[in-house]
């Protein structure tokens, strides 16, 4: 990095919004379903029978990747739909995946753009 032309507003403007993130990736019931997430658009139910997180404690953590803006949702009757909604999650996934899921089955590949 050249001193000369070197912005730190930028920096810190960008090192707080992957701090961020991060923080939002960092609890492991947020991370399993993201990963499970970056596999497709899951219902509320799906999600809770895949992953084996109760009610109290999904709709919390589903609530926490909502107000990050990570996950987006669809309502379809009384069903609604979650999405990995951040191009920059599936990034950081994608790197998680290669680095502690590659060699396993049980892990999904990771999709390079968020579902639609």
């Not at 009757?77 to 990995?84: A, D, E, L, S, W």
């Not at 950081?92 to 990771?110: H, K, M, N, P, W």
């Given at each position: 990095m050249d001193g000369d032309n070197f912005d730190m507003d930028g920096m810190r403007?960008?090192?707080?919004?992957?701090s961020a993130l991060l923080r939002a990736m960092a609890n492991p019931d947020r991370l399993l379903l993201l990963c499970q997430l970056s596999?497709?658009?899951?219902?509320?139910?799906a999600l809770e029978q895949l992953l084996g997180i109760q009610q109290p404690t999904l709709s919390q953590q589903l609530g926490v990747l909502r107000e990050e803006a990570l996950v987006a949702t669809r309502r379809d009757?009384?069903?609604?739909?979650?999405?990995?909604a951040s191009v920059q999650a599936l990034a950081?996934?994608?790197?998680?995946?290669?680095?502690?899921?590659?060699?396993?089955?049980?892990?999904?590949?990771?999709q390079s753009s968020p579902s639609q």
């Open positions: 403007a960008a090192a707080q919004r992957a596999q497709g658009e899951r219902s509320v139910g009757g009384k069903q609604v739909f979650y999405r990995v950081v996934l994608q790197v998680l995946y290669s680095q502690f899921c590659a060699e396993r089955t049980a892990c999904g590949d990771i």
